[in-house]
């Protein structure tokens, strides 16, 4: 890779959930960024087409592979990918799908995470933990529940144990949405349905509620967001390098 930037694929499930602020981190560090679209794929690419794959959050499950059959030559693609020696960065269900990918498992949430929520722990993922935790942008029904081999969790919430995963050469992921920015948060609320899901499980004011938490956490999220991608860019160019 000596003499051009990094190339990193980007899965994503639908168009508007994109990589979101990540964009701008990407730009600022000089890699260079290729999206597709998961369900539109008949081909996935040649794993010497890009350096490093970042899977993004989805509304399906990781065991509805019947409903979207997709999802098992998705699997595929990634443990292909982490086999390889890729470094990997996945958010939510990019983080779910690592695991099954892995020889972990998921399944159904206890009970579902939705809002900014604190998080405790420490790890390589997203650093030191702070004495009362960090918080983060949550939206699943799903989590992890047995970590893969060779894997490590770092962090977790009173109601997920597993909100990071680390594996070697420059594999991280989390539950949460660090990607998520007011632009972003809009974005999703245009899906068509999504603003009926929330005033659902939160009340006909939740989905304003959000969008008000959002802009007074703006320069929180943005801080936690460039940690975490300074780390794993740290770890990845370490894993290309060597």
């Not at 994503?12 to 260079?32: K, P, T």
């Not at 890009?50 to 990634?78: H, N, R």
């Not at 939510?92 to 990918?101: E, R, S, T």
Request: glycine residues 12%; charged residues 15%; negative net charge.
């Amino acid at each position: 890779m000596r003499g051009r930037a990094m190339r990193v694929l980007i899965v994503q499930h639908d168009e508007g959930v994109h990589a979101g602020r990540f964009r701008g981190l990407f730009a600022a560090n000089g890699l260079g960024t290729t999206a597709i679209i998961a369900p539109e794929v008949t081909e996935w690419p040649a794993q010497d087409s890009f350096d490093a794959l970042w899977v993004m959050g989805g509304a399906m499950q990781v065991w509805e592979t019947q409903a979207y059959p997709w999802l098992t030559s998705e699997i595929a693609f990634i443990a292909d990918a982490v086999n390889a020696g890729k470094p990997y960065f996945g958010i939510c269900f990019g983080h779910q799908l690592l695991a099954a990918a892995c020889g972990g498992q998921v399944g159904a949430a206890r009970s579902r995470e939705l809002g900014l929520l604190p998080i405790t722990g420490g790890d390589a993922v997203l650093g030191a933990g702070a004495e009362d935790g960090r918080e983060v942008f949550q939206w699943h029904s799903a989590e992890v529940s047995v970590v893969p081999p060779r894997f490590r969790a770092g962090w977790s919430s009173p109601l997920c144990a597993h909100q990071t995963l680390q594996g070697p050469r420059g594999v991280f992921s989390v539950q949460f949405h660090p990607e998520v920015d007011l632009t972003t948060l809009q974005d999703w609320y245009a899906i068509p349905g999504v603003t009926d899901d929330l005033a659902a499980m939160g009340g006909p004011d939740f989905p304003d509620r959000l969008i008000a938490d959002f802009t007074t956490r703006a320069g929180q999220q943005d801080a936690l967001a460039a940690e975490l991608f300074d780390n794993w860019l740290r770890a990845a160019r370490t894993t290309i390098a060597g």
